[in-house]
Structures are given as structure tokens and as C-alpha cells.
């Protein structure tokens, strides 16, 4: 596939999601790659820990199981 055509299979795929936590992922992936950076420093490090452990106290996370389950669904619907 061309990377146009990537593009566009994506941004199909992206909008039928409807789970904020997959979305957020999502954005950190594409934040992370565009970065050009093979890392992080301390600080960035220790600042995306802090917000992911406010995150986690707020119940905003998805268990393994339950991100099994999401996996299961969406195979159920491609396969439709």
C-alpha cells in the first residue's frame, strides 16, 4: 500500500472508534513517531508517568481482560 492509501485506511478506521482509551493510545503513538526520537528525556518520562498514575486513581484504564475482549469484538466485526 501506498502511504496515501495508509492514510486513509486509517482515518476510515479511526473514526469508528468509540473508546476514549484507544483513541488516547492512539494519539501518544502518532505524538511519540512524530517526535523523530528514539527516546525520551527523564523529565518527559517522570511527567507521562505522573498523568498516567492520575489516570489510573480516576478508574480511566482498560484491564487486560477487557482489552481481550475489545480485540475479540473487533475481529467479530471485520470478519461481518
Known amino acids: 500500500m501506498s502511504i496515501k492509501s495508509e ?4 482515518k476510515k478506521e479511526i473514526e469508528k472508534i468509540e473508546d476514549a482509551s484507544l483513541l488516547k493510545l492512539l494519539r ?4 511519540f513517531g512524530n517526535k523523530n526520537e528514539g527516546r525520551i528525556s527523564l523529565e518527559q518520562y517522570n ?4 498523568a498516567a498514575e492520575a489516570e489510573i486513581e480516576k478508574g480511566e484504564f482498560v ?3 477487557e482489552l481481550k475482549m475489545q480485540m475479540l469484538k473487533w475481529q467479530k466485526e471485520k470478519s461481518l
Not at 511527567?47 to 505522573?50: D, R, T
Open 47 to 50: 511527567k507521562e508517568l505522573e
Open 7 to 10: 492514510k486513509e485506511f486509517i
Open 63 to 65: 484491564t487486560n481482560d
Open 28 to 31: 501518544y503513538l502518532i505524538l
